[in-house]
């Protein structure tokens, strides 16, 4: 068994947190690395992986001036004032030879993107520091060293968005056929990325994802209790069982042979449905969850407040759809989730014969005979609350499932009894939030696992105990501790007013002070935001060093391909980082004071700064306050 042994984050190093070398902010070093009492096959595969990072950690003041104009080639430092005219893009300098053997011509440029730049396949040899003289090689090194711009290291915004556009509107290689019930997966990982970015695409194409979402709901009957429906204030407030015309611009639930009297039945038939992987798939949480943010992220484009750029007609038009498509099957997707709940006995139960709310807890399946687990609890509730679909007849015993899913080690599984693990642990923080309710949970212990997740080398997070970095978990760990964080924000702010209030934080608060909640508005009572329990430059750091494809895109670790998925999460944790209880007003003023808690934006300011996006529901902060505002009955400003 190999014990790990780092530093805990509480404890790193001010000084090297907020260092001026330019390793870049947060560099590592040897000490940082994982040591172990015993050698393992584990241990190997840390230090393989610690050894994969090493190279992208290294000084650039130390490089020579022909490799660090290799890196303002592939575009991930920026040229300096001096060598700005000189920069020649990187193809232009390759022999026909080599272009050749690419397969590149004139007309194939667009395409270059998906070439992998490799040093030894290239013939650089008209900007080799060998065809000039020594003393001009000198000299111009210096002039290099000299310019500090030219050490910050930049986000290829151009080359990611490129990347994720042509998921969304050219034809996969055949090997993605892996992922044809992942369609609405696909669309809200590239449209999410493209918002982070400031890169959405035209009005036109938005119109077409929006039939696309739509052409993957279906519908399904079901049947519930009938006590439930009659007790249920939210059915009986939108629709009249008699009645087969829905008395809202809501699709009707309520099937007139089968449901025309309420009255001498045990069940009733009911009209639900939601999103599946594909056309004519059936009604799954995982897909549905992404096809509802994808359309959030599309509706809220309409919905901008006062200040922000305006759309153009097609993107109104397209906004328009996906609002009203999100109004038109709320209710049947309120039905369907009232059909995906299962009770069963809590874990302290003796007999599951008598269950009772009092000794019951309530799970969500994932699909109709689909596995239990906490992405359902998390998947669903997020829905909810974006669509103000939220009651109590959903969420009884909903808490305690959620509870009964922590482990010894502070984390959650995606059911009881199972190892903790990043990805099960942010849909049970997240969710609780959102029920604004952790009475029932061991946050210290929580919080604790949460925190021992950021590798002390790596600079990015594990998914478990005992793993590997992956740059998925920046967002999946990075936002879990972040929703913790403004939950100790709050408490801290409390505790600096005048107020009484001692609930928790507001369950729609990003830690951005974007919502509705004068409390967290009122920064001038604050004198010190509790700020973030991870190194944020040093995940930034990860991310944007060994994260990032120079050909766009973003991945695992370096050894690993890009990948949509990752991209994505890459990016929304990236944007935690940079955004989540940070000191700069709304968020987006690059300039710092005397916080010492304040956002260090790691590399190129005017490069790396990407939208806010909120920890709970990942869409970005303008979005989900616009949907929320709109289904939630508050005024919208236009």
Request: proline fraction near 4%; include cysteine.
């Amino acid at each position: 068994y190999a014990v790990r042994s780092r530093r805990s984050v509480y404890y790193r190093e001010k000084e090297r947190r907020m260092s001026d070398s330019h390793y870049a902010t947060g560099t590592t070093n040897e000490s940082d690395r994982c040591r172990f009492l015993v050698d393992s096959e584990t241990s190997q595969l840390q230090t393989d992986t610690e050894d994969e990072c090493a190279p992208f950690f290294v000084s650039l003041q130390d490089l020579p001036a022909d490799q660090l104009l290799h890196l303002q080639q592939v575009g991930l430092l920026p040229p300096s004032s001096k060598q700005h005219a000189n920069v020649v893009p990187l193809h232009s300098t390759r022999s026909a030879k080599a272009r050749q053997l690419l397969g590149l011509d004139e007309s194939s440029e667009e395409e270059e993107e998906d070439v992998v730049v490799l040093e030894e396949t290239l013939d650089v040899s008209v900007l080799s520091l060998e065809e000039k003289d020594t003393e001009a090689s000198a000299e111009a090194e210096e002039e290099t060293k000299a310019d500090d711009s030219v050490y910050q290291v930049c986000l290829l915004r151009e080359k990611h968005a490129a990347f994720v556009t042509r998921a969304l509107f050219a034809p996969l290689p055949a090997g993605y056929v892996s992922l044809d019930s992942s369609r609405p997966w696909i669309i809200y990982w590239c449209l999410h990325s493209l918002d982070l970015l400031d890169r959405l695409p035209p009005g036109t194409k938005l119109q077409g994802v929006v039939h696309t979402l739509q052409a993957c709901w279906t519908s399904t009957t079901v049947n519930l209790d009938t006590s439930l429906v009659q007790r249920d204030p939210f059915l009986s407030l939108h629709s009249n069982p008699n009645s087969d015309t829905p008395t809202t611009d809501m699709d009707s639930i309520w099937i007139p042979d089968a449901s025309s009297s309420l009255f001498g039945r045990e069940t009733i038939q009911l009209r639900g449905g939601g999103f599946g992987g594909g056309i004519g798939q059936m009604a799954h949480c995982a897909p549905g969850y992404a096809a509802v943010l994808a359309l959030c992220i599309i509706a809220g484009l309409g919905l901008r407040e006062k200040g922000e750029p305006s759309c153009d007609e097609e993107t109104k038009e397209a906004a328009v759809m996906a609002l009203a498509l999100l109004k038109r099957k709320r209710l049947q997707l309120y039905v369907w989730f009232l059909s995906l709940r299962h009770t069963m006995p809590r874990l302290t139960t003796a007999t599951p014969t008598t269950m009772t709310t009092e000794n019951t807890m309530t799970g969500f399946r994932m699909h109709h005979d689909g596995e239990i687990d906490v992405r359902a609890s998390y998947c669903i509730l997020c829905m909810t609350t974006l669509l103000n679909l939220t009651t109590e007849t959903l969420t009884e015993g909903v808490v305690e499932y959620i509870a009964a899913c922590q482990t010894y080690e502070g984390g959650f599984g995606g059911e009881p009894h199972t190892e903790a693990h990043g990805g099960y642990t942010y849909c049970a923080v997240a969710a609780l939030k959102l029920l604004n309710d952790y009475n029932h949970v061991d946050v210290q212990s929580l919080t604790g696992w949460l925190a021992r997740r950021q590798m002390s080398y790596e600079g990015g997070f594990s998914g478990r105990c005992n793993k590997l970095v992956d740059g998925c978990y920046s967002f999946w760990q990075g936002a879990g501790m972040a929703v913790l964080d403004i939950l100790y924000d709050k408490q801290q702010q409390q505790q600096h007013s005048s107020s009484e209030q001692t609930t928790g934080p507001h369950p729609f608060d990003s830690g951005m002070g974007e919502e509705n909640d004068s409390s967290l508005m009122n920064e001038k009572a604050v004198t010190k935001r509790a700020g973030l329990l991870f190194d944020r430059t040093l995940l930034q750091r990860y991310i944007l060093l060994c994260a990032q494809d120079v050909n766009g895109g973003l991945r695992d670790k370096p050894s690993k391909p890009r990948d949509f998925y990752h991209t994505c999460y890459n990016l929304s944790g990236l944007s935690i980082a940079q955004h989540v209880l940070s000191s700069h007003e709304n968020n987006t003023s690059m300039e710092k004071n005397d916080n010492e808690d304040a956002t260090r934006i790691y590399g190129n300011v005017e490069t790396n700064l990407i939208g806010a996006t909120h920890p709970c529901f990942n869409i970005r902060i303008e979005r989900s306050t616009e949907i929320l505002n709109v289904f939630h009955k508050k005024e919208t400003q236009t």
